[in-house]
């Protein structure tokens, strides 16, 4: 099963910039799709971006499109989150998650990293 590490959080100003990785372990990676969830305080967790496993399809929510950029480099095993023009709104722990199947509606995940917390100040 594949394991996930999130790394890149931290505190911004609004209009920053800030890029999430994701490292995975295990031979499979390009097996799965990949996705960012994030929770901000007080509410449910929400999808935010996903990446098939060649990295061919991407889809993102309504709320980050045009601002977010979901990559991916399988020989590195790692997903990017590429985040511009951050948004106070955008507080929140990210994390990333790798599944048989990810969309915006409805996910299969095979497991789920730790976590890494964006904070942005208005």
């Known amino acids: 099963q594949v394991q996930l590490v999130e790394s890149g959080g931290g505190l911004v100003q609004a209009g920053d910039s800030l890029r999430l990785s994701c490292a995975a372990s295990?031979?499979?990676?390009?097996?799965?799709?990949m996705g960012w969830f994030r929770q901000a305080p007080g509410k449910e967790r929400e999808f935010v971006a996903c990446i098939s496993g060649s990295g061919a399809y991407t889809d993102y929510a309504d709320s980050v499109k045009g601002r977010f950029t979901i990559s991916r480099d399988n020989a590195k095993n790692t997903v990017y989150l590429q985040m511009n023009s951050l948004k106070p709104e955008d507080t929140a722990v990210y994390s990333c998650?790798?599944?048989?199947?990810?969309?915006?509606?409805?996910?299969?995940?095979?497991?789920w990293g730790q976590g890494t917390l964006v904070t942005v100040s208005s």
């Open positions: 998650a790798a599944g048989w199947t990810i969309t915006a509606t409805s996910s299969s995940i095979a497991n």
């Open positions: 295990g031979r499979t990676f390009s097996r799965y799709a």
